[in-house]
Nanobody
Framework: QVQLVESGGGLVQAGDSLRLSCVAS????????MGWFRQAPGKDREFVAA????????NYADSTKGRFTISRDNAKATVYLEMNNLKPEDTAVYYC?????????????????WGQGTQVTVSS
């Protein structure tokens, strides 16, 4: 059974930083591309960042480029999202997602497994 468990969310002020983690189990983690998505109240789920199986390729949404960094540790079956200079518009539930093939995707439809999400709230 595949499980993705996110952690690290919380309430912060604008300009602060947070690091999200997602631990995977039930996968051959090193063969999966991984992604982060987010969903704000009343909005569709949107792409945040993705990373290929070995970390060699990454992709970011325009809104997060330069502020967020995705990384992974295959030995720990964990993917991270370092978020700096947070803004109130970054407030959302953040979801970790796994793709059954090693190449990244930027749409939710490209991912087969999802975590339960972790709330990030940024106050102004």
């Amino acid at each position: 059974q595949v499980q993705l468990v996110e952690s690290g969310g919380g309430l912060v002020q604008a300009g602060d930083s947070l690091r999200l983690s997602c631990v995977a189990s039930g996968l051959t983690f090193s063969t999966n591309a991984m992604g982060w998505f987010r969903q704000a109240p009343g909005k569709d789920r949107e792409f945040v960042a993705a990373i290929s199986w070995n970390g060699g390729r990454t992709n970011y949404a325009d809104s997060t480029k330069g502020r967020f960094t995705i990384s992974r540790d295959n030995a720990k079956a964990t993917v991270y999202l370092e978020m700096n200079n947070l803004k109130p518009e970054d407030t959302a539930v953040y979801y970790c997602a796994a793709r059954i093939i090693p190449i990244i995707a930027t749409t939710a439809e490209g991912y087969q497994y999802w975590g339960q999400g972790t709330q990030v709230t940024v106050s102004s």
